[in-house]
């Protein structure tokens, strides 16, 4: 039987214990990235501790138009950079998603920005090109999700690219090896379902990231 045991009581602890694997980035030009609403709030403790820029990385799932429950990749918007993924379980689902694409930049990507843009306040992406970037997940993000978030930072060429999750499967952390410099995981989930990550995991509104965002550019303590 598997351990449904939390390991975490929220986003924000996660956070804290993810940032202590990732203090020998501390005091260097580093840029952490959330990814998506619920990677920001793993993201802002990280930023805070090694006194790095916090931004956020805005993505959604795709889902074949008229069939919600049919996830066949994400998407990511960084700036002026789209990034889509797919994930290929075959290869009529590829061939598929290759049809999908088309869709998704007229249906998809001008809300997304949108979202961006709000999550900021209308402030500009922080600057990565040349510096050394965290991808943040909460562990939950879907390893297209987080695949999407990374080769959205990758494009605008940092120095060195690192992927954090708070927790992951060795599967999850060797597919997201391919993305990224280097993957930063505080523990292995194992047997552990996805679900008993957090034992408080409540709603995250877009004022909460625009919150922590604004905090963290003005430099005062975010909790």
């Given at each position: 039987?598997?351990?449904?045991?939390?390991?975490?009581?929220?986003?924000a602890a996660a956070g804290l214990v993810l940032a202590e694997k990732l203090m020998?980035?501390?005091?260097?030009?580093?840029?952490?990235?959330?990814?998506?609403?619920?990677?920001?709030?793993?993201?802002?403790?990280?930023?805070?501790?090694?006194?790095?820029?916090?931004?956020?990385?805005?993505?959604?799932?795709?889902?074949?138009?008229?069939?919600?429950?049919?996830?066949?990749?994400?998407?990511?918007?960084?700036?002026?950079?789209?990034?889509?993924?797919?994930?290929?379980?075959?290869?009529?689902?590829?061939?598929?998603?290759?049809?999908?694409?088309?869709?998704?930049?007229?249906?998809?990507?001008?809300?997304?920005?949108?979202?961006?843009?709000?999550?900021?306040?209308?402030?500009?992406?922080?600057?990565?090109?040349?510096?050394?970037?965290?991808?943040?997940?909460?562990?939950?993000?879907?390893?297209?999700?987080?695949?999407?978030?990374?080769?959205?930072?990758?494009?605008?060429?940092?120095?060195?690219?690192?992927?954090?999750?708070?927790?992951?499967?060795?599967?999850?952390?060797?597919?997201?090896?391919?993305?990224?410099?280097?993957?930063?995981?505080?523990?292995?989930?194992?047997?552990?379902?996805?679900?008993?990550?957090?034992?408080?995991?409540?709603?995250?509104?877009?004022?909460?990231?625009?919150?922590?965002?604004?905090?963290?550019?003005?430099?005062?303590?975010?909790?």
């Open positions: 039987m598997r351990q449904t045991i939390p390991l975490y009581r929220d986003r020998k980035y501390a005091g260097q030009n580093v840029a952490v990235f959330g990814v998506g609403a619920s990677g920001v709030l793993v993201a802002a403790p990280v930023a805070e501790a090694l006194g790095a820029d916090l931004d956020v990385v805005a993505v959604r799932q795709l889902t074949v138009p008229g069939q919600p429950d049919q996830v066949w990749g994400a998407v990511a918007v960084l700036g002026d950079c789209v990034q889509i993924v797919a994930e290929h379980r075959s290869d009529r689902e590829r061939s598929r998603s290759v049809e999908l694409t088309d869709t998704v930049r007229q249906c998809d990507l001008s809300q997304l920005r949108q979202l961006e843009n709000t999550y900021r306040a209308g402030r500009p992406s922080e600057q990565v090109t040349g510096r050394l970037v965290i991808v943040v997940g909460d562990g939950l993000t879907s390893l297209a999700t987080m695949r999407a978030a990374a080769s959205a930072v990758r494009r605008h060429h940092p120095a060195r690219l690192v992927i954090a999750l708070p927790t992951g499967t060795p599967q999850v952390r060797r597919m997201l090896s391919k993305a990224a410099d280097e993957v930063v995981c505080s523990l292995s989930l194992g047997l552990l379902h996805a679900e008993s990550v957090y034992s408080e995991d409540a709603g995250i509104s877009v004022g909460d990231v625009r919150r922590l965002l604004s905090a963290q550019a003005a430099g005062a303590t975010t909790v």
